[in-house]
């Protein structure tokens, strides 16, 4: 986000430390209704959201938890119906 101290951050370590500079970022979601969030329809729209996202102008890598890379993130470690990646 432009105009945050974390911005600044990136900016100076980009003109200083450009090999090592870059920010990274939590996706969280949780179902209204308490679905499980491996529930097939709520994979299913996650997956296309955090494909938007790995497509996005800058993003490096996405490790979807729905997927064999990302699995060791654990999407639905304690209740179910939170995610995260």
Same mark, same amino acid.
């Given at each position: 986000?432009?105009?945050?101290? +974390? ?10 430390? @450009?090999? $090592?500079? /870059?920010?990274? /970022? ?13 529930? @097939? ?5 996650? +997956?296309? %959201?955090?494909? +938007?996202?790995?497509?996005? @102008?800058?993003? %490096?890598?996405?490790? +979807? @938890? ?7 993130? /654990?999407?639905?470690?304690?209740? =179910?119906?939170? =995610?995260? $990646?």
């Amino acid at each position: 986000m432009p105009d945050t101290e +974390s911005a600044t951050a990136i900016e100076l370590m980009q003109a200083n430390a @450009p090999a $090592v500079a /870059g920010a990274s /970022g939590i996706v969280v979601w949780q179902t209204a209704d308490s679905s499980d969030v491996t529930a @097939p329809e709520i994979r299913d729209h996650m +997956s296309d %959201v955090l494909d +938007s996202i790995a497509h996005a @102008p800058g993003a %490096v890598a996405v490790d +979807s @938890p729905y997927t064999t890379a990302g699995a060791h993130q /654990g999407v639905c470690k304690s209740n =179910g119906v939170t =995610g995260l $990646v």
